[in-house]
């Protein structure tokens, strides 16, 4: 059963990765975009470097006000525009290149997030804008490269530290969001390889699930004491 899970969880990431419908598969991943994409619409622009940038997810939310785009991976080395080079050690990009960089989801799997931050620090021009998103509830992943979980007030101090100013620091979601996390992945995965069966627990768990428990979060302030996550934006002075 474990193993059919995992090949239909990796199936159905294949079948709806870039697609509407990736976005309702669970209450974490719709609080994800639901928090992220107006941030970067207001925030980024110009030269644009996505660290940890994987398959490039977010590329296609982009505001018109990017003028390019380029990316940092150390695995996925199919991708177009992309450096293959660690996030904490972008020694082959030179200093105040870029108007913005992203890090989604990156720094919980670096053993030393701060080098990372220090590294965008230094490839952004000055009043350069970052965005970054973490973890707080989340289940252990992508192991064995699963180092931290991160509080508003950690998050902060890592990115002032690296020298980020003008902090403004945001929860995505909440307990109910974590808790059907795992209800929309086991039952969507469970059913997904039955063509007729899996599009009516689809219907069911995006109004069901998905959209339920993100609005129960925002009803009841789960973010506040218990958020799924962060989104953090910092300008470089």
Not at 35 to 53: E, N, S, T
Not at 218 to 229: D, K, S, T, V, W
Request: aromatic share 12%.
């Amino acid at each position: 059963m474990k193993s059919y899970l995992k090949r239909m969880r990796q199936k159905v990431e294949q079948d709806l990765q870039g697609k509407q419908r990736w976005q309702v598969f669970t209450p974490a991943i719709y609080a994800q975009y639901r928090v992220m994409l107006p941030i970067l619409q207001k925030h980024v622009h110009g030269a644009l470097l996505d660290i940890g940038c994987g398959h490039q997810p977010y590329r296609r939310f982009l505001p018109e006000s990017i003028t390019r785009y380029d990316g940092v991976d150390l695995f996925n080395q199919s991708e177009e525009g992309t450096y293959h080079l660690n996030a904490e050690d972008l020694a082959g990009i030179p200093a105040e290149s870029y108007d913005s960089a992203i890090l989604i989801e990156v720094l919980e799997h670096l053993p030393h997030p701060w080098l990372a931050l220090a590294e965008a620090w230094r490839i952004l021009k000055p009043g350069g804008v970052i965005v970054v998103s973490v973890p707080h509830l989340s289940r252990l992943h992508d192991l064995p490269h699963d180092y931290y979980r991160f509080t508003a007030n950690g998050l902060a101090s890592l990115l002032q530290d690296a020298g980020f100013g003008e902090l403004k620091i945001v929860p995505k979601g909440g307990f109910f969001s974590f808790l059907g996390h795992q209800v929309s992945t086991f039952f969507v995965t469970l059913t997904w390889g039955i063509p007729v069966l899996r599009e009516i627990i689809y219907f069911l768990n995006e109004w069901l699930v998905t959209r339920l428990c993100f609005g129960l979060d925002r009803l009841f302030g789960q973010g506040n004491l218990a958020p799924l996550g962060y989104v953090a934006v910092g300008q470089k002075a």
